[in-house]
């Protein structure tokens, strides 16, 4: 018996070894073929190979040494997970195959920066207009952007990181859950979740029916929106009560410069982070699939089909609220004249020209008769649509968009509506 177990041994260690030896071989050759595509660029450089039992490949002590200064990166361990040892071993051969792995995790840790060496980058992303960034609105009038100064004298000169990044197929191949963090320290923890339900076929068929069950974008604060209060507050001689009131009202206006404005909820639960930051998150449940979302051509029905939710703090979500800017040529309500004011003189009458539309107000109760009828209806929250209400039931609505593609029907509460318009062209 014992010579039994003796053999064994040696065969599952003879195994081990043999996969440990071939594994390894092919990280070395890939990281080699790696070292030449690099010359020229600069020199990267790797040290222990590891292979371990539960299908985890790591390797130590990854820099690359940048011939332009600035883009030197320096990581502690890089790792490649899956279920097993075996599937670790036919990774390369299933992906040649076109055979995805049920399960894979990249893992990057201990990613070294010195944002000293990285001045020019930071200044360019930064000088970008399209990128300004959200949190330094209100930190001065010059200022949007945190430069290498700013984060310098915030602390921030040397910064070390981790990321991950895993998907994970259901046994039966019919579900999809992808997560990813990347994590600064002292800074903040981001964080992603992609759950979706697949279709039956395979390849960009699956993908155009997959289901999006969940999507959730997750920031958890690590001391960096402290740091920025307290930076700024400097900066603008202000207290740092003081300080965050101004940045709030900043950084509600740069929304509306991009066109965007935001809902009284939403607004509230962006303070309410600022002033203690833990942790903020967006979530969405629609459960739309990808051929749905790409025939919505208006941003604005999408996000509202999105339904998103924000919590703050790990409080009970609220409805993510905002209004994108309207398109051109949409018609607006005409003032009303009031009786005391001065009539216009009469002019020569101008050339013919098509009738701008008119927009007549009718009550919520009566929609049942203006099936089927142009119209723009106002939500309570203050949203916008233009559409038709194609049937009613109960306190129930049907409001059918035509978008570019075809069309949509959104579900609303009767209660829900504040205002109905109808479109007299």
Known sequence: MKRILLYLLIIVGGSYGAIYWLITSKVKNQLDQALQLTEGLGDLAYGQIWVLPQGEVRIHNLNFAATNPGADVSIERVSLETDNLMALYQLGQSLSNDEVPQRLQLTFD????????????????????????????????????????????????????????????SPARDSLRVEGAFTTETMYRMSWLLDMGLAGDS??????????????????????VPQVMAYCARQTG?????????????WERLWQQQGVTLGNDVVAAYAAYVEQPDSISLESYAGLNAMQIMMIGDPQALLDQLAP????????????????????????????????????????????RKKASRLTSVPVAQLGNWLNTDMIITLADGREFRGEVSSIDGQQIQFKQSLSGGTI?????????????????
Do not use: K, W
Request: proline share 7%.
């Open 110 to 169: 201990g990613i070294a920066l010195d944002l000293g060496l990285m001045q020019n980058l930071i200044e360019t992303s930064g000088n970008n207009g399209s990128q300004q960034q959200f949190m330094a609105a209100g930190c001065g009038d010059e200022r949007t952007f945190f430069n290498f100064t700013d984060l310098d004298d915030m602390g921030y000169r040397q910064v070390r990181s981790d990321m991950v990044l895993e998907y994970q197929l």
């Open 203 to 224: 390849g960009a068929v699956a993908m155009m029916g997959a289901t999006f069950n969940q999507v959730r974008i997750r920031v958890d604060d690590l001391g960096y």
């Open 238 to 250: 202000l207290s740092t009560e003081a300080y965050r009131t101004r940045h709030l009202n900043a």
């Open 309 to 352: 939710q924000i919590v703050v703090n790990g409080t009970e979500p609220v409805p993510l609220q905002l209004t994108l800017a309207l398109p051109e040529g949409r018609p607006e309500v005409e003032p009303e004249v009031a009786p005391s004011e001065t009539q216009p003189e009469t002019v020569p009458e101008p050339a013919p």
């Open 409 to 425: 029907v959104m579900p609303f509460e009767r209660t829900s509506i504040r205002q109905v318009r109808v479109v007299n062209q």
